[in-house]
């Protein structure tokens, strides 16, 4: 079975730009969620998606945005990007997504902004 | 909001020693998770635990969830080389959908 792909892997932009990330669940599952991951914060919660629906959001600002699609891919968006924004976004699947479901991680895509 | 501290942030030891990682909370959770990273892959979820006071075993890691469901511990015996990643709590509540991440424990573990 194939695991969460992401693509990008890596991406240098500069500020003001905005980029779009790509994520490929693993076949059936229908929650993906998308996580922020900087050395000084941690990995921190942007948003999950489960059939097509923002089910929950957390605290980021509304430059950051996402969307899934019938086939359960999902995309997030970025725009006017700061030098903040550097950092490793994560990608994560489930069948149901939720406290007690298993989420499998893609390995990431590495945004850095100058 | 629900915070999750994991202490030590930094731990370096020799192949064979044993040692504790701490995931603290002051906030109920319904389940806590632990999670290790590689360096260049994403987390990689290694147990789930969902009952106060349940302890399980994988090989040679052992994973506690605190009697109130607050805290958690993951120790490992005889570390090995391979053990060396960064461990990574993570807790869900309710209908949340989300996790809320520690930020995690850099294990070391030299040859």
């Known amino acids: 079975k194939a695991g969460v792909t992401q693509t990008p892997r890596y991406l240098i932009k500069t500020r003001g730009q905005q980029v779009t990330l790509s994520c490929s669940p693993i076949?059936?599952?229908?929650?993906v969620s998308w996580y922020q991951q900087t050395p000084g914060q941690g990995l921190q919660f942007l948003f999950e998606?489960?059939?097509?629906?923002?089910?929950n959001k957390g605290n980021f600002p509304g430059r950051f945005s996402g969307r899934q699609f019938s086939n359960s891919r999902s995309e997030m968006n970025v725009s006017t990007l700061e030098l903040g924004d550097s950092a490793l976004y994560l990608c994560?699947?489930?069948?149901?997504?939720?406290?007690?479901?298993?989420?499998?991680f893609g390995p990431g895509t590495r945004l850095t902004v100058l | 909001t629900q915070l999750l501290e994991q202490s030590p942030q930094f731990l370096s030891i020799q192949e064979g020693e044993n040692l504790t990682v701490y995931c603290n909370s002051s906030?109920?959770?319904?389940?806590l998770q632990w999670y290790r990273q590689e360096p260049g892959e994403g987390p990689v979820l290694l147990v789930t635990?969902?009952?106060?006071?349940e302890v399980k075993k994988l090989k040679r890691l052992t994973f506690q969830f605190g009697d109130a469901r607050k805290d958690s511990s993951l120790h490992i015996t005889a570390a090995q080389p391979g053990d060396t990643g960064l461990y990574l709590c993570?807790?869900?509540?309710?209908?949340?959908?989300?996790?809320?991440f520690g930020k995690g424990t850099l294990l070391t573990v030299n040859p």
């Open positions: 906030s109920v959770f319904s389940s």
């Open positions: 076949s059936g599952h229908r929650s």
């Open positions: 635990v969902v009952t106060g006071g």
């Open positions: 998606y489960f059939s097509e629906t923002q089910r």
């Open positions: 993570a807790g869900g509540g309710g209908s949340n959908y989300k996790l809320t």
């Open positions: 994560a699947s489930s069948r149901e997504g939720g406290a007690f479901n298993e989420q499998f």
